[in-house]
């Protein structure tokens, strides 16, 4: 059902094939800008390289991100998955309370968003896009094996 990009200690990028979407999976709460900052970066160049619209983002056990970098994911890279092509979007919200009111407060102008307990949850709300917002699969010759 989907194809493994990155495979880390601290999380994991997939290739949904059914939903022609990203998975990315955090493993652990992402601490520190370098990690946090990595895992969102290889996020944008796997979208930019698939080509893909939508992005389901499991998230569970992230703890809240400290306000300058809330700050580079809300207004930068959010801004740069936009304009890279990303139009929907599911979140699987952290376990933990104040991240979880954190990234439910994130409001990205043109991007269709919707929070999930769930990964099957958000993976069916993408799958039930429109054909219109789906990416070509041809485009998934350009991700690496």
Wanted: glycine share 4%.
């Amino acid at each position: 059902m989907h194809r493994l990009l990155v495979d880390k200690e601290e999380y994991r990028l997939a290739w949904l094939n059914g939903s022609d979407c990203l998975l990315a999976s955090a493993r652990d709460e992402l601490i520190g800008f370098r990690t946090v900052s990595t895992f969102f970066s290889e996020i944008r160049e796997f979208r930019a390289a698939s080509g893909a619209h939508a992005l389901v983002l499991d998230i569970r056990p992230m703890a809240k991100l400290p306000d300058e970098l809330w700050a580079w994911v809300g207004r930068c890279w959010y801004t740069q998955m936009i304009e890279l092509g990303l139009k929907r979007q599911a979140v699987v919200a952290p376990l933990n309370l104040s991240a979880k009111m954190q990234w439910r407060g994130l409001a990205v102008p043109r991007l269709a968003s919707k929070n999930f307990t769930k990964v099957s949850k958000a993976i069916h709300w993408i799958s039930s896009d429109s054909a219109e917002h789906r990416p070509n699969l041809r485009r998934m010759e350009l991700l690496p094996a």
